[in-house]
Nanobody, 118 residues
Framework: QVQLVESGGGSVQAGGSLRLSCTAS?????MAWFRQAPGKERVAVATIDKDGRTNYADSVKGRFTVSQDNAKTTLYLQMNSLQPEDTAMYYC???????????????WGQGTQVTVSS
C-alpha cells in the first residue's frame, strides 16, 4: 500500500507558475500526475517510469516538467506559463513494478486544486 499526499496547488493568473509536490509513504519509481477538470475525464498530464523516463500530454509539453527526488519518495510537477485551460484538480498516482515494467496506476492521492484566471 502506498499513501500519496499532494500539495502546492492554488490560484494564479495566466502566465504564472506553480510547483506541485506529492509525497509518497514509500519509495516509488512509477509515478504520474493526472488532472480532472469539472465535467471532464481524468487524464494523464505527465509520467515518470522506473528508469526515470518522462512523458507528457501534448497540451503541456514545453510548459510542465515532472521530476522525482533521489529517494523516489517525492514527485514534483513544475508548471510554467499556466493558462485557464490548465484549471483542474491535479492528482498524483503511483504504480507497482510487475515483470520489470510499471503496472496500472493503483494508488492515488486526494488531489490539489489548480485555478488559473485570465
Amino acid at each position: 500500500q502506498v499513501q500519496l499526499v499532494e500539495s502546492g496547488g492554488g490560484s494564479v493568473q495566466a502566465g504564472g507558475s506553480l510547483r506541485l509536490s506529492c509525497t509518497a509513504s514509500t519509495s516509488t519509481r512509477c509515478m504520474a500526475w493526472f488532472r480532472q477538470a469539472p465535467g471532464k475525464e481524468r487524464v494523464a498530464v505527465a509520467t515518470i517510469d522506473k528508469d526515470g523516463r518522462t512523458n507528457y500530454a501534448d497540451s503541456v509539453k514545453g510548459r510542465f516538467t515532472v521530476s522525482q527526488d533521489n529517494a523516489k519518495t517525492t514527485l514534483y510537477l513544475q508548471m510554467n506559463s499556466l493558462q485557464p485551460e490548465d484549471t483542474a484538480m491535479y492528482y498524483c498516482a503511483a504504480a507497482r513494478i510487475i515483470f520489470n515494467s510499471c503496472s496500472s496506476f493503483k494508488y492515488w492521492g486526494q488531489g490539489t486544486q489548480v485555478t488559473v484566471s485570465s
